[in-house]
Nanobody, 117 residues
Framework: QVQLVESGGGLVQAGGSLRLSCAAS????????MGWYHQAPGKQRELVAR???????NYAESVKGRFTISRDNAKNTVYLQMNSLKPEDTAVYYC???????????WGQGTQVTVSS
């Protein structure tokens, strides 16, 4: 069974930093792109950052210059380094493994990030 388990969320003050981790297990292709999404109350889930197996990245405009996504294929883990956090970053952050088809795309359960003013 495929599992993605996020960790590293918490409560921080504006301007602070957090590093989220997502540990993958099970039959997930090493060629899958990995991503971080977030979902704030009353809003749709949206892309924060994405990284391919080859290391290419893309980011939401709102986090460019502040967040960095990376992956360690040997550890089957993807990270999101979040710096200069803002209250509007407050959301549940979800890890995603992008398969070639939707049936091979997997999501973690999410980790809460709360940024206080």
């Amino acid at each position: 069974q495929v599992q993605l388990v996020e960790s590293g969320g918490g409560l921080v003050q504006a301007g602070g930093s957090l590093r989220l981790s997502c540990a993958a297990s099970g039959r997930i292709s090493r060629g899958n792109a990995m991503g971080w999404y977030h979902q704030a109350p009353g809003k749709q889930r949206e892309l924060v950052a994405r990284i391919t197996s080859g290391g290419s990245t893309n980011y939401a405009e709102s986090v460019k210059g502040r967040f960095t996504i990376s992956r360690d294929n040997a550890k089957n883990t993807v990270y999101l380094q979040m710096n200069s956090l803002k209250p509007e970053d407050t959301a549940v952050y979800y890890c995603m493994s992008q398969g070639v088809i939707s049936a091979l795309t997997y999501w973690g359960q999410g980790t809460q990030v709360t940024v206080s003013s």
